[in-house]
T-cell receptor
């Protein structure tokens, strides 16, 4: 149980285009989902927290107009990187929380390369 | 705001030797603490977690960690390292994200473990 699926696993896109990444909790309802970013040889940094049906809360320094997060249901959150540029190339990983005082469960991550 | 420090960026051990990875945290309340492992190009795997109760926590793959409130530490240990343990290890502290959600994680900088045969 507690499986989180993230899609796609990797994506290459041209500079200036937008990319959507999906995060699904397959066998539980996620009250909260989190999006992290990991640059090469660095740690993971929280980008935003999303709750179903409400606007995401972004961490300081994360551009909310560039990284659009939609949490339309209790099992799906999406991250759209708009007008992507090479500096957005990174590993993006989501996690989903059941909110039962347990750990959040991570997806497999998405490797984004902007060329 | 919470923070996590992993003082050792890179550790090298011989196969069969014991291992201890250090983690210090800063958090205003009772911390929810985690250790994750990440292989190159891969996602995160949870090794163990501490929420409450026994301060010595057992995890997968023979790992354990001890929560020491007085030292604000949560060090990861393994008595005998295997070559397959080579990876990057992250310590994290979980903050409340509303209700009973403690999945809002702050990660340490990570420790890269190299295992020599």
């Amino acid at each position: 149980g507690a499986v989180v699926s993230q899609h796609p696993s990797w994506v290459i896109c041209k500079s200036g285009t937008s990319v959507k990444i999906e995060c699904r909790s397959l066998d539980f309802q996620a009250t909260t989902m989190f999006w992290y970013r990991q640059f090469p040889k660095q740690s993971l940094m929280l980008m935003a927290t999303s709750n179903e049906g409400s606007k995401a809360t972004y961490e300081q320094g994360v551009e909310k107009d560039k990284f659009l997060i939609n949490h339309a249901s209790l099992t799906l959150s999406t991250l759209t990187v708009t007008s992507a540029h090479p500096e957005d190339s990174s590993f993006y990983i989501c996690s989903a929380d059941r909110g039962l005082n347990t750990e959040a469960f991570f997806g497999q991550g998405t490797r984004l390369t902007v060329v | 705001a919470q923070s996590v420090t992993q003082p050792d960026i890179h550790i090298t051990v011989s196969e069969g030797a014991s291992l201890e990875l250090r983690c210090n945290y800063s958090y205003g309340a009772t911390p929810y603490l985690f250790w994750y492992v990440q292989s190159p190009g891969q996602g995160l795997q949870l090794l163990l977690k501490y929420f409450s109760g026994d301060t010595l926590v057992q995890g997968i793959k023979g790992f354990e960690a001890e929560f020491k409130r007085s030292q604000s530490s949560f060090n990861l240990r393994k008595p005998s390292v295997h070559w397959s343990d080579a990876a990057e290890y992250f310590c994290a502290v979980g903050a409340n994200a509303g209700g009973t959600s403690y999945g809002k994680l702050t990660f340490g900088q990570g420790t890269i473990l190299t295992v020599h045969p």
